[in-house]
C-alpha cells in the first residue's frame, strides 16, 4: 500500500531553492570585492551549480514515483511520454526559436543554424558538443540548457529499465548501481581522458544525482523510509562537510579538479537528499521549504531557470543604458537585480499565459491512481 502523498509545498518550496542558488551562481559575484565578506560568498558561490543537483534529486524522487505508481496500468508509457513532453517542450522548443530569431535579427542567421540541431535533438551535453553550443552567434544564448539535456535523455532511457526490475528491492539496487556507476566514471575519466572538463555535463557523469533520488521515492515507498529519516540530518551535515572539504582540497568549489569531480559532488548529492527528506518530515527544513515566497518560485521556477540565462545579454544591455560606466560593485548588483526582475517576471508571464494551456492537456494522460503524484511532477 502506498503512503500518503510527498508534502507538496515543501517540495515546492525546494524547487525555488534550487533555482535561487543557481540564480546566485550566475550572478552573485563577488570574488574580486575589497569586503571580505563579499569575498568568502563569492568563493563559496562558485559551488552555487550545485542546485542543479538539487534540481535533479527533486527530479528523481517525483519522476521515479509516478513510474513506480504507474506499474501495471493501461498506457503507462504514452501517459509519461505526453504528459513529460506537454510540460517540457513547449517552453524548451519555444527558447530555441527565440534564439534563432534572435540570430537572424543580429544577420548570424546561418552560422547560427548550423549549429541549432544540437539543442534541437537534447545534445547540448555531448563532449565535443557542449562547447559549441556556447559557439552559437545568437544574442540569446542556450549554454545552460545541458541540464534538460541530462534528464530528457535519462528518462528515454529510465522508464524501461526501471521496469525490468521485478522488485521495489531491486529497482532500489539499480538506483544505488546507478549512483555508484557515475562515481566510477567520474574518477576513470579523471585518470583517462585528456579533457576530463568535456565531461562534466555527460549524461553518464550526472545519472547518480537522478538516480539519488529515485532511491528515496523507492524507500518512501516501503518500511526502510523511518530509517531513513532517521539518518537524514547526519547525512545531511556529513554531506554538506565532505563539500566543503572537498571544495578547500579542490582550491575552488568550481565543479572541475579532481576533487570535486570525485567526491565533492557525490557528497553534495547526498546532502541535497537528505534535505529532501528533511523538507518532507516536520522540523526547520520543512518550515523554510514551505515560506510561501519560495513556494511561489518553484511553481515558476522552470520558467526561471531558462530565462534567467537566456536573456543574459538583454540584460547586460539594460545594466549599461542605464548606469553606464560605475564601479563594479555596482554595475554586479544593478545587473543582479535586473535579471531577478526580468527572469521571474518573464517566468511567470510565460507559465500563466503560454505552459499553462499545455499543462491542462496533461490531464488527458494520466491514472486515476497517480494523479496526485502526477501533480507534483516537474
Not at 532500489?172 to 555508484?180: A, K, N
Not at 555527460?202 to 533520488?213: K, N, P, Q
Not at 575552488?252 to 567526491?263: D, K, P, Q, S
Request: hydrophobic share 55%; net charge positive.
Amino acid at each position: 500500500m502506498l503512503k500518503k502523498r510527498p508534502h507538496i509545498p515543501a517540495l515546492d518550496g525546494l524547487r525555488g531553492m534550487a533555482v535561487l542558488i543557481v540564480f546566485l551562481f550566475h550572478y552573485g559575484g563577488g570574488t574580486h570585492s575589497s569586503l571580505l565578506p563579499m569575498r568568502v560568498f563569492g568563493y563559496l558561490n562558485k559551488g552555487g551549480w550545485a542546485g542543479v543537483t538539487l534540481f535533479f534529486v527533486l527530479s528523481g524522487f517525483l519522476i521515479t514515483g509516478i513510474l513506480w505508481d504507474s506499474r501495471g496500468k493501461p498506457h503507462w508509457w504514452r501517459n509519461f511520454v505526453m504528459r513529460r513532453t506537454l510540460r517540457i517542450f513547449p517552453l524548451y522548443y519555444a527558447s530555441i526559436v527565440l534564439v534563432v530569431l534572435a540570430a537572424a535579427f543580429k544577420g548570424t542567421l546561418y552560422p547560427t543554424l548550423r549549429l541549432i540541431w544540437i539543442p534541437v535533438f537534447f545534445l547540448q551535453n555531448m563532449p565535443h558538443l557542449n562547447g559549441l553550443v556556447d559557439k552559437i552567434p545568437s544574442p540569446l544564448g542556450l549554454f545552460h540548457f545541458w541540464s534538460l539535456a541530462v534528464e530528457e535523455q535519462f528518462y528515454l532511457l529510465w522508464p524501461a529499465v526501471l521496469f525490468l526490475q521485478r522488485s521495489r528491492s531491486r529497482a532500489r539496487t539499480l538506483c544505488l548501481g546507478v549512483f555508484l556507476f557515475a562515481c566510477i566514471f567520474r574518477l576513470l575519466i579523471w585518470h583517462l581522458a585528456p579533457n576530463p572538463s568535456q565531461f562534466s555535463e555527460f549524461l553518464l557523469t550526472r545519472a547518480g544525482e537522478l538516480a539519488a533520488g529515485g532511491w528515496l521515492a523507492l524507500a518512501y515507498r516501503g518500511p526502510e523510509w523511518s530509517r531513513v529519516k532517521a539518518a537524514a540530518p547526519y547525512a545531511a551535515l556529513a554531506g554538506l562537510a565532505g563539500f566543503l572539504i572537498s571544495g578547500v582540497l579542490n582550491g575552488t568549489f568550481e565543479l572541475i579538479g579532481f576533487w570535486l569531480a570525485v567526491t565533492g559532488l557525490p557528497c553534495i548529492t547526498v546532502c541535497a537528499a537528505a534535505l529532501l527528506v528533511l523538507a518532507m518530515e516536520p522540523g526547520l527544513v520543512q518550515r523554510c521549504a514551505e515560506a510561501a515566497w519560495l513556494r511561489w518560485l518553484g511553481g515558476i521556477s522552470y520558467g526561471v531557470y531558462v530565462f534567467h540565462m537566456l536573456f543574459l545579454g538583454i540584460f547586460i544591455a539594460i545594466e549599461q543604458k542605464i548606469f553606464g560606466s560605475r564601479s563594479q560593485f555596482v554595475t554586479s548588483a544593478a545587473l543582479l537585480l535586473i535579471a531577478a526582475a526580468g527572469s521571474v517576471c518573464t517566468a511567470w508571464l510565460s507559465f500563466h499565459f503560454f505552459e499553462t494551456p499545455f499543462l491542462n492537456l496533461k490531464n488527458r494522460f494520466s491514472n486515476r491512481s497517480v494523479e496526485t503524484a502526477s501533480k507534483i511532477s516537474i
